[in-house]
T-cell receptor, first 112, second 112 residues
């Protein structure tokens, strides 16, 4: 079946850029998402990218998609302590966004 | 709008007990989904619904039942709870097939 892989941990210094990487296997993925989960909370949608795009920028967030390599990345510029959280990559196939396949999440720790 | 609401927030069950996790949304969304999140894992899809009266299985449906008698409500039933069902359960809804999902705050379930 479909699979989404992420590294489990990332540690950066406050003010630096963070880059969280994700690979996926489903070539029919139509949308790819980044969600943020703070401790004890639900999931907050950060951004998403359609599979026919290769880049999307939204304030401090930049998403890069390499469809050939099935590689997705999320760059957070000027990382703040409030960015400390778990970040999930997720993909939806042609069925729709109500059937998401998630990675295991990357725990981002920001060092003051 | 309250968005996606889930009750209860916390629940402890004994093995073999049954219970229903409630999920409601007031956004008139057609699509609703249930996910479970286990430690160190991403979210996995349990069941989903594409409209009132229509439900289908996701990746991990065993031990769970769902029904969708109204657009607003999508309850998840555990028929005979097992320790393996200890998890955090998230409900989500989507307006259209390719729209982004909105997640509820989650129900933390412990089965002893």
């Amino acid at each position: 079946g479909e699979d989404v892989e992420q590294s489990l941990f990332l540690s950066v210094r406050e003010g630096d850029s963070s880059v969280i990487n994700c690979t996926y296997t489903d070539s029919s993925s139509t949308y790819l998402y980044w969600y943020k989960q703070e401790p004890g909370a639900g999931l907050q949608l950060l951004t998403y990218i359609f599979s026919n795009m290769d880049m999307k920028q939204d304030q401090r967030l930049t998403v890069l998609l390499n469809k050939k390599d099935k590689h997705l990345s999320l760059r957070i510029a000027d990382t703040q302590t409030g960015d400390s959280a778990i970040y999930f990559c997720a993909e939806s196939s042609g069925a729709g966004s109500y059937q998401l396949t998630f990675g295991k999440g990357t725990k981002l720790s920001v060092i003051p | 709008n309250a968005g996606v609401t889930q009750t209860p927030k916390f629940q402890v069950l004994k093995t073999g007990q049954s219970m229903t996790l409630q999920c409601a949304q007031d956004m008139n969304h057609e699509y609703m989904s249930w996910y479970r999140q286990d430690p160190g894992m991403g979210l996995r899809l349990i069941h989903y619904s594409v409209g009132a009266g229509i439900t289908d299985q996701g990746e991990v449906p065993n031990g769970y039942n769902v029904s969708r008698s109204t657009t607003e409500d999508f309850p998840l039933r555990l028929l005979s709870a097992a320790p393996s069902q200890t998890s955090v359960y998230f409900c989500a809804s989507t307006l259209r097939r390719t729209d982004t999902q909105y997640f509820g705050p989650g129900t933390r379930l412990t089965v002893l």
